[in-house]
């Protein structure tokens, strides 16, 4: 049986990606998982063990699914602010599933910030994947309008992870 630990890192890594649906057995105990409308819903865990053991499964893969609401009702109401008109825009995407990460290394500052200028060759950020830190660059000359992944954050290929103001 997972820990109340475990299902609360699980929920957070199938909200941060683009997984809409999740399952999980082990032992005669499900877990499901599903996404609608960019809201992570947990489904009723389903136990299929001897009687007595029902009530405390119960218990325990109930708390993580209360606690994981309010959450995400947050970054629900989040997301109408951060669609901003962004038609002209261009959008600096992941090339690959891994970690993004704005600067070289937790000690110095980030590659870049909202509002500074960059070129097509400049990096912009590194997106780590399988221990191999891959290095993004701009692709466009412009301005940085917004970060919109967070330092530490895992991201998905095509994910888009600037907004830049064409020059």
């Known amino acids: 049986m997972l820990k109340i630990q475990e299902i609360r890192e699980i929920i957070k890594l199938v909200d941060q990606s ?3 649906e999740f399952t999980y057995e082990h032992d005669g105990s499900k877990i499901k998982l599903k996404k609608n ?3 992570t819903t947990a489904a009723q865990p389903q136990v299929v063990q001897a009687p007595e053991a029902k009530p405390a499964a119960q218990a325990v893969q109930q708390a993580p699914v209360q606690e ?3 959450a995400v009702k947050q970054e629900a109401a989040e997301a109408p602010q951060a669609k901003a008109d962004d038609s002209n ?3 600096i ?3 690959m599933v891994g970690t ?3 600067s070289s ?4 500052g980030p590659y870049v910030k909202v509002g500074d ?7 912009v950020c590194i997106v780590e994947a399988m221990k191999l830190f891959n290095e993004i660059e701009a692709e466009v000359k412009g301005e940085i309008a917004e970060i919109l992944v967070k330092d530490g954050q895992l991201v998905e290929y095509g994910q888009p992870l600037f907004l830049v103001k064409p020059e």
């Open 18 to 20: 683009s997984v809409d």
């Open 37 to 39: 409308n960019g809201v």
């Open 68 to 70: 994981a609401a309010p």
């Open 89 to 91: 825009l261009h959008k």
């Open 93 to 95: 995407t992941s090339p």
């Open 100 to 102: 993004f990460y704005q």
């Open 105 to 108: 290394s937790p000690e110095s």
């Open 117 to 123: 200028k960059v070129d097509e060759n400049a990096v």
